[in-house]
């Protein structure tokens, strides 16, 4: 907390306005009291195109919001002060039994010293700081993190002084229908919880894999729909913020600055069903590389992650035609906190398989691993959940299937990583020459926290060759290995020294 938000958090705390709680947390959280927020200019989405919208779209399969219409800038809201020199500016929007907000500002001008937060009415989810330097804004564009409710509240607090300087449009809010967190499209109507054979990441399952939990992310897409993600590692292990998932999950170049990763969603105990956390969260910044008939899509986010998000980076392996033999999907069904699906069967080549939408008509088609479960299942939102082999390494995203908790025999299917990693031309996209930049030709990858290399095992030219790495990357390590190790360590200590 700034020096300015606690000496206002301090005035309101003693004009009784706030609790001891709230007087704790940022600045935008400061006021959440019915009372003090009814004070606010309140802007309603419209009902009528809400419901209509709702009806037509809500059978698409990884939607949960819906666009509405709204034509507002800085004019809408109301000034006061927040403490002395500081200016703060605030408008209610609210949306009938929405489940989340979300809003999209352009034409945004934050002068220097602004801050803009997004909060809901409760002061569970707090989006912000956003400043004139943020990453995720583009072009004066914004898209704003959820927040849960039918009522949030935007806020920007600036120097006084410069309070002629703030401009932005509200042209579009996203009203969501089916509860982030709590949802479930596939099994259930929308707003009844998940399937009851999902497994929390924090069940005992997910003991042999605390790491790989901590590298799944909740995607949304322009703030209405949902796909699951991976950051990954790749051979230059510079903390690249790579994030791989499915292409059905509709990610282009055209909108990836309206896409959000959302870190640690998940259930602090097993079968608890409490809320996760959704301030833990980075914009995409650039689009890489897709294949359809691998079904993958590869983009960067604006930043690594903050030290607090906890994050690790997924190793991989490509070799042809190597079958997992056992492991896990992590993923996030319907948006839920974060789940995950043990198989200990081996997974079986699949080639074309082919995915059709409800007219029978063929959308795409993909070289999978067909995976059947032990325990567990995945839903609609769990698209582009990265398959774990028994090495702890990546080698496929979710492309869809049959399991259900009503059918958990029947089997998924995961886009081949090897199937992927030079399915186009390096310059029309492909995984090797992201995931391998220094063309080291190698083919596995182990996982790594942040700050650190992992040997690189397997590194020969084609595939079935290399030894198999365990967790702590041990196994085959080659001179070129050991040489990209040295290059990683001395680019970090140059980024230090440059600090």
């Given amino acids: 907390m700034t020096r300015r938000h606690l000496a206002a958090a301090c005035l309101l705390l003693q004009a009784g306005l706030i609790s001891a709680a709230q007087a704790a947390a940022p600045a935008s959280g400061l006021v959440t009291t019915a009372a003090a927020l009814a004070q606010l200019p309140e802007a309603r989405l419209p009902v009528a195109e809400v419901r209509s919208r709702v009806t037509a779209l809500k059978q698409e399969p990884l939607r949960f919001a819906v666009p509405a219409a709204l034509n507002l800038d800085q004019r809408n809201g109301s000034w006061d002060t927040a403490s002395p020199g500081v200016a703060r500016w605030r408008l209610r929007v609210t949306s009938e039994k929405a489940s989340s907000l979300s809003l999209l500002l352009t034409q945004l001008t934050l002068p220097t010293g602004a801050e803009l937060w997004f909060y809901d009415s409760a002061g569970r989810d707090v989006q912000g700081p956003f400043t004139r330097d943020s990453a995720g804004l583009h072009d004066g564009e914004l898209l704003l993190p959820l927040v849960r409710g039918g009522s949030a509240v935007l806020e920007v607090t600036l120097p006084a002084e410069k309070t002629g300087e703030l401009a932005f449009r509200i042209p579009r809010a996203s009203h969501g229908y089916r509860d982030i967190t709590e949802g479930d499209a596939k099994t259930g109507p929308a707003g009844s919880e998940s399937g009851s054979c999902n497994i929390d990441v924090v069940c005992t399952e997910g003991n ?282 001395a680019a970090r200590r140059r980024r230090s020294a440059s600090a």
């Fill in 208 to 489: 042999n894999w605390r790491d790989q939990i901590r590298s799944t992310v909740l995607l949304t897409i322009d703030g209405q729909s949902f796909c699951t993600g991976s950051l990954v590692n790749n051979t230059r292990q510079d903390d690249r913020p790579l994030v791989l998932t499915a292409n059905h999950c509709n990610i282009r170049s055209t909108n990836i600055d309206r896409i959000t990763a959302y870190f640690n969603v998940q259930s602090s105990s097993c079968g608890g069903n409490q809320s996760g956390r959704l301030d833990q969260n980075i914009a995409a910044s650039t689009f890489l590389a897709r294949d359809e008939n691998s079904d993958f899509t590869l983009f960067t986010l604006a930043n690594p992650p903050l030290a607090a998000f906890n994050a690790f980076y997924a190793g991989w392996d490509a070799r042809i035609g190597v079958a997992p033999q056992s492991g896990v999907t992590l993923h996030h069904p319907a948006g839920d906190e974060k789940k995950i699906a043990v198989y200990s069967t081996p997974g079986v080549a699949a080639e074309d398989v082919a995915f059709r939408d409800e007219r029978g008509n063929v959308l795409f088609t993909v070289d999978a691993w067909r995976i059947t479960y032990s325990r567990g299942t995945t839903e609609q939102g769990s698209s582009g959940s990265g398959l774990w082999n028994q090495n702890k390494q990546l080698v496929g995203v979710l492309s869809g299937g049959e399991a259900s908790c009503a059918s958990q025999t029947s089997p998924d299917f995961y886009g081949r990583m090897d199937r992927g990693w030079q399915a186009n031309s390096a310059s029309s996209g492909q995984l090797k020459a992201h995931l391998d930049p220094i063309n080291t030709g190698c083919l596995q990858l182990n996982s790594k926290n942040p700050g650190t290399a992992s040997p690189i095992a397997a590194c020969a030219p084609t595939g079935g060759g290399g030894g198999t790495p365990s967790e702590n990357g041990s196994g085959s390590t080659s001179l070129t290995a050991l040489l990209v190790l040295l290059m990683g360590v």
